[in-house]
């Protein structure tokens, strides 16, 4: 039972919510939204995407705010036999992010420009199931078989002393409620220096501040059991309280005492009453440093290349646990939790074959190899297979004047294997389509809005429940979709 809430401690799950790879954001302006491709951008948004890029903008003030608005679905089935409900069970989560901001500031003079940025790097939402997860119910649904099976040698040694059947292991279901809610996000405060060697090369050194936080609230309560003893021995028929009162109410039976298991059944309803009745009010937090390297490359005038490099992120985690809601010890005030992000390296070009035309694509590699995934310093698991791969192309046509319209496709091909998936933290290959429009309103203000819908191919995974040394097979299935859409402003001085 406690392991429910080990579990939940995986549903950093908004750190994936977004473009990128597994722990990072990358949709990180209204202008990617619409186009979906700004690796090699020369706009305001390259204080994130190409630092270096950035001396290709006159010399001046430019700032750019954008706010995006993300919606995720996550739907997961389960045909543990245990579960309530026709099999397979399915059970859906809402995740959402209404204030996703991205903020830059950039003054470039002569071959110089100075940057600064804000975004949320990773994560940036909360998760809500109405329901809970599989591996929650799990837990829970697993008391009935567990109590049938111990209670079946007390039946059966009851027997042995010349005693009538009891059907004490006659548990037939439960309920229970399980409230959880998960937030994370990671602030990103990011500076960089831009520097032009030619008219052909510029590169940038950058360092990004890391902030983070993971919020973990609720309870599991109303754990509740119906079974029906037999009425002759003196029991209710049907039982319905919690497992606890149960083994109680066997434990004062004449026949369980005759057994000589009262005490054992006692200490057991005790441990049963705290692992069904648990609380938590917990924060992970800490800080993080990554440096980043980026060049920008213009070998004639309608061609732009961007190469950026952002290192590993080594960040720890540490837990602060709220008046003393520990969940039963599941977490440890004080305790360190790794939460590296992997480096990433991005290379993309743009091209502008007619003035009215921009084209762009783009590549970002994660390397994931490199990571600690497991969440424990004192461990390794083998969860990845290979590295992260993000590819995308977008394009922007100006229509008349003031007027651009543009559109893209962006693609994932994770890297996971089993040891990665679960219910609460997993990751699948996506296919993405945006678009939009810019509004060059006067040669000083640029209005972006952008939509984007990600779509994601389906995974699962199959594994074995340890039901009290017992292997039960259990199948899973995954899916999500995601949806986005961006407002932005870019001002030039």
């Known amino acids: 039972m406690k392991k429910i809430l080990l579990t939940f401690v995986a549903i950093s799950l908004a750190s994936g919510l977004m473009a990128g790879g597994l722990v990072t954001n990358t949709n990180q302006s209204a202008s990617f939204t619409r186009m979906l491709c700004r690796d090699a951008t020369i706009g305001v948004d390259a204080v994130y995407f190409s630092p270096a890029g950035l001396t290709k903008l006159g010399n001046g003030l430019h700032l750019s705010v954008s706010n995006q608005t993300i919606g995720q679905t996550k739907t997961i089935t389960n045909d543990f036999p245990f579960l309530n409900g026709t099999k397979p069970v399915e059970y859906i989560g809402e995740v959402s992010a209404p204030i996703f901001p991205s903020v830059y500031a950039v003054f470039k003079m002569g071959k110089f420009a100075i940057s600064a940025g804000f975004n949320p790097i990773g994560g940036g939402g909360g998760a809500e199931y109405a329901t809970g997860l599989p591996s929650f119910e799990m837990m829970v649904s697993s008391l009935v078989p567990s109590l049938q099976a111990a209670l079946n040698e007390l039946d059966q040694g009851v027997q042995l002393l010349g005693f009538p059947d009891p059907l004490f292991r006659n548990v037939q279901s439960y309920t229970s409620d399980i409230e959880f809610t998960g937030t994370s996000v990671y602030y990103g405060a990011q500076v960089n220096f831009s520097y032009e060697i030619n008219n052909m090369i510029s590169v940038a050194l950058g360092a990004r501040y890391i902030i983070a936080r993971n919020t973990y609230t609720g309870s599991v309560s109303n754990v509740l059991i119906t079974a029906s003893p037999n009425p002759a021995t003196g029991l209710p028929s049907p039982f ?254």
């Open 240 to 493: 319905n309280g919690t497992p606890g009162d149960y083994l109680r109410a066997v434990a004062a039976h004449p026949y369980a005492v005759g057994a000589g298991v009262q005490g054992e059944l006692t200490a057991v309803a005790a441990a049963l009453d705290m692992q069904t009745s648990l609380e938590a009010d917990v924060l992970e937090s800490g800080t993080g440093i990554t440096p980043i390297l980026s060049v920008n490359i213009s070998p004639i005038d309608m061609l732009n290349i961007a190469i950026k490099y952002e290192h590993k992120t080594k960040l720890e985690l540490e837990t602060t646990v709220n008046d003393g809601k520990d969940a039963g010890g599941m977490w440890v005030d004080g305790e360190k939790v790794v939460a590296d992000m992997p480096a990433m390296l991005s290379v993309g070009a743009s091209l502008n074959p007619l003035n009215k035309l921009l084209v762009s694509a783009g590549v970002h590699y994660y390397f994931d190899k490199n990571n600690d995934y497991d969440g424990d310093p004192d461990i390794d698991v083998d969860m990845i297979d290979n590295n992260f791969i993000e590819y995308a192309i977008g394009v922007e046509y100006n229509l008349f004047g003031p007027l651009s319209v543009s559109a893209g496709y962006a693609g994932t091909r994770t890297g996971v294997n089993d040891n990665y998936q679960s219910d609460a933290r997993y990751s699948l290959n996506t296919n993405g389509i945006g678009g939009g429009v810019k509004l060059s309103l006067t040669p000083l203000i640029d209005i972006n809005l952008g939509g984007l819908y990600t779509m994601y191919e389906d995974g699962g995974k199959s594994y074995n429940y340890d039901l009290g040394g017992n292997p039960v097979p259990v199948n899973e299935t995954y899916t999500t979709s995601t949806w986005i859409v961006a407002v932005g402003v870019d001002l030039h001085f």
